[in-house]
């Protein structure tokens, strides 16, 4: 597993690495409040009372907040959710008014707040494990040693999760493995997650690895296809819907479309905690949209006239004309129709004849209370 860390935690202090400061500097930012939390969300450093009753509220009130940073990430929304429920579910009869009822409920909000970040390594472990197999049984080209290339968008690894990563932890298992010939990530404009993360990951990691601009892809495929062997475009999930739309960085529908049409496999990468049975269909999901000087200016490290990066230096351009309107929606919908497999962490869900997806295996105390039988 990638020792990369986004999130530095022991009990009493947390830190989370300023992913805008990547890929040339490394520096932790310590969260104290709910307001430095919700700007690191927001900003993208980093991605996703006395009484019983005061507590709970005060609670309600500080994750409705968080809540706000991503509106459209359901992985937030549950683990939110699930914390509500967590402190509403500790046994404070007869101490209602006493500390020792609001410690009881800070003890099990910090436990189980604690435990979601746990299982989430374990469960890319799995997301790894399960789609690096299921690539190599259903690949459409492999090399003579049975190797695999494959294409990556945005940022999924160690950076955006506990640790290993969803469609990153995919090619991480694939290259542990010895399965992977090479992996090609996009620069996923206009906020460069991929050449500014995902890239350094893969460095780091020590993967073979090529950045590509997004509007490269189709170009990729039909020129390389066949050389390099590539089996598949692997991509997160910020919210995968009960008929298997999805909703991922802003670019991942574009990629979906030619990798339909070039015959290469589309596979989403995605714990149960992203899968929402409550939304339909990809109509019913909220598109969160960004301001325009994301697609305007940039910022990054100043490269001096020897060539090497000055990190102490960070200079902002402009990369277009500041007059001119803007629309900036951070995320798109994949319709399922393009989609192969959505991997999760019990296992790898196909489409179906209808050209939807069917969690309710996977899932079944979620589906009978949410869809029913």
Known sequence: MSGLQAIRYTRGKLEVLDQLKLPHEHHYDEVSTSEEAF??????????ASTTDETIAYIDSRLDYLKQSRPTAVDLTNAITHLKSTARA??????????????????????????IFRKDTETNLLIGEHGSKWLLQNAPTKSTDGKVSVLTHCNTGSLATSGHGTALGIIRSLHSAGHLSHAFCTETRPYNQGSRLTAFELVYEKIPSTLITDSMAGALFARKKAEKNIAAVIVGADRVVRNGDTANKIGTYSLAVLAKYHGVKFIVAAPTTSIDLHTETGAGIKIEERKA??????????VGKDGKVDVSRTERVATAHQGIDVWNPAFDVTPAELIDAVVT??????????????????????WAKIVGS
């Open 39 to 48: 700007d690191s969300i927001k900003s993208m450093r980093v991605r996703e």
């Open 293 to 302: 000087e994301e697609l305007t200016q940039i910022s990054g490290a100043v």
């Open 345 to 366: 962490e019990r296992g790898v869900v196909v489409k179906g004849s209808d050209g939807s997806f069917d969690f309710k295996d996977i899932m079944p105390e979620r």
């Open 90 to 115: 500790v046994d404070v009869s007869g101490k209602e008014n006493d500390t020792s009822g609001r410690d009881a409920i800070i003890d099990s909000y910090i436990a189980a707040a604690e435990e």
